[in-house]
């Protein structure tokens, strides 16, 4: 079975620095690109940044590039959000999410998702 | 960046309606558009890829369509526990944009 346990999350001052983990078991963590994606509370998902497998490419949205990074251990399985200059819009629950890409289709999406971490960034 | 916005952002149906949610993107995407489901508190799942492939497990209630820059989801027959929200999500360039979300509820 798979399953996506993230961790790291809690309550942070604004300009303060926290790490997220995720951590995957049931398939080949290495074999898969990953995503983070955030949702504060009462909002919508946003998409915040991916990772490739291998020699990684990272990308991340505009709101959080520079000041959160994105890696990946193989080796323990895990996935980590390293976030740093926090804001009070920061806060949200943070999900790690598997992405799938389908070969007869030729499409691309997240098809796993841990349980959500959260963030709260406050004074 | 690809822009993606959903119609209507929420409705009310009862159980038994036929529901259609609708997402438009600022640019042609092909088929390369998804849609989740999300129930408060939980994570969201994912209902169909590739605009009209059904993800194994989701009932056959669910359905999609299109290509290019509009694309729809339609649920036949509401049953109680599809009261949720719905997000599609672009996987054709980064940022991976999703919609702002259409909230289906009694």
């Known amino acids: 079975e798979v399953q996506l346990v993230e961790s790291g999350g809690g309550l942070v001052s604004p300009g303060g620095s926290l790490r997220l983990s995720c951590v995957a078991s049931?398939?080949?963590?290495?074999?898969?690109?990953m995503n983070w994606v955030r949702q504060a509370p009462g909002k919508g998902l946003e998409w915040i940044s991916y990772i490739s497998t291998g020699d990684p490419l990272k990308t991340y949205a505009a709101s959080v590039r520079g000041r959160f990074t994105i890696s990946r251990d193989n080796a323990k399985n895990s996935l980590y959000l390293q976030m740093s200059s926090l804001r009070v819009e920061d806060t949200a629950v943070y999900y790690c999410?598997?992405?799938?890409?389908?070969?007869?289709?030729?499409?691309?999406?997240?098809?796993?998702w841990g349980q959500g971490a959260l963030v709260t960034v406050s004074s | 960046d690809i822009q993606m916005t959903q119609s209507p952002s929420s409705l009310s149906a009862s159980v038994g309606d036929r529901v259609t949610i609708t997402c438009r993107a600022s640019?042609?995407?092909?088929?390369?558009l998804n849609w989740y489901q999300q129930k408060p508190g939980k994570a969201p799942r994912l209902l169909i890829y590739a605009a009209s492939s059904l993800q194994s497990g989701v009932p056959s209630r669910f359905s999609g369509g299109g290509s290019g820059t509009d694309f729809t989801l339609t649920i036949t027959s509401l049953e109680p526990e599809d009261f949720a929200s719905y997000y599609c999500?672009?996987?054709?360039?980064?940022?991976?944009?999703f919609g702002q979300g259409t909230k289906v509820d009694i």
């Open positions: 999410a598997r992405e799938t890409y389908d070969a007869l289709t030729r499409q691309i999406f997240l098809d796993h």
């Open positions: 049931g398939f080949t963590f290495s074999s898969y690109e």
């Open positions: 640019q042609n995407i092909n088929t390369f």
């Open positions: 999500q672009q996987t054709y360039s980064h940022p991976r944009t």
